[in-house]
T-cell receptor, first 115, second 115 residues
């Protein structure tokens, strides 16, 4: 079964508006971490934000926030005040507890910011 | 240099060539990773080194040979590759502390083309 699901096709947003990128996950482990990465066309995978399964509050990092709904197993990324430089692929990933646990990535979502 | 660096950024090689990819992390981390990213596929974990010992070999063909001489350097030696090995190869590092919170930081990747 797929552990990370990102089903949105290419997303478009107008510059300066907010956008939500969806991510659902599947795990039976009560301890896990959720990550979002940005990959511009240059290829580098840039870490954006982290949410732990026991965190009581939604994570925020500047213009990025994570809408964490544990019961629904969703961890959507919200980008506020979109900028042209936000155009990229965005990947959701999860790591369960345990030293040998792998970081599992979703297939990614393409975001295009329109001027 | 800061973060994770990779060289070369681009590589074109024939099927009979031997080449090596290099990764260096300047973050003081104790684990390093090789990932393969092919078009329209999720990121695939290839190898994991923790404290300079290989702890994961994700069913990777023997034509890919990793080497981790110390905690800061990671190599991927390539020989007799196939055209389907053409992909973006990403290196990452993290500080593993037996939890799910460690964040992997990625290098810019090497775009490999096998002719």
């Amino acid at each position: 079964a797929q552990k990370i699901t990102q089903t949105q096709p290419g997303m478009f947003v107008q510059e300066k508006e907010a956008v939500t990128l969806d991510c659902t996950y599947d795990t039976s482990d009560p301890s896990y971490g959720l990550f979002w990465y940005k990959q511009p066309s240059s290829g580098e995978m840039i870490f954006l934000i982290y949410q732990g399964s026991y965190d009581q509050q939604n994570a925020t990092e500047g213009r990025y926030s994570l809408n964490f709904q544990k019961a629904r197993k969703s961890a959507n990324l919200v980008i506020s005040a979109s900028q042209l430089g936000d155009s990229a692929m965005y990947f959701c990933a999860m790591r369960e507890a345990g030293a040998n646990s792998k970081l599992t990535f979703g297939k990614g979502i393409t975001l295009s910011v329109r001027p | 240099e800061t973060g994770v660096t990779q060289t070369p950024r681009h590589l074109v090689m024939g099927m009979t060539n031997k080449k090596s990819l290099k990764c260096e992390q300047h973050l003081g981390h104790n684990a390093m990773y090789w990932y393969k990213q092919s078009a329209k596929k999720p990121l695939e974990l290839m190898f994991v080194y923790s404290l300079e010992e290989r702890v994961e070999n994700n069913s990777v063909p023997s034509r890919f040979s990793p080497e981790c001489p110390n905690s800061s350097h990671l190599f991927l030696h390539l020989h007799t590759l196939q055209p389907e090995d053409s992909a973006l190869y990403l290196c990452a590092s993290s500080q593993i502390e037996d939890s799910f919170t460690d964040t992997q930081y990625f290098g810019p990747g090497t775009r490999l083309t096998v002719l």
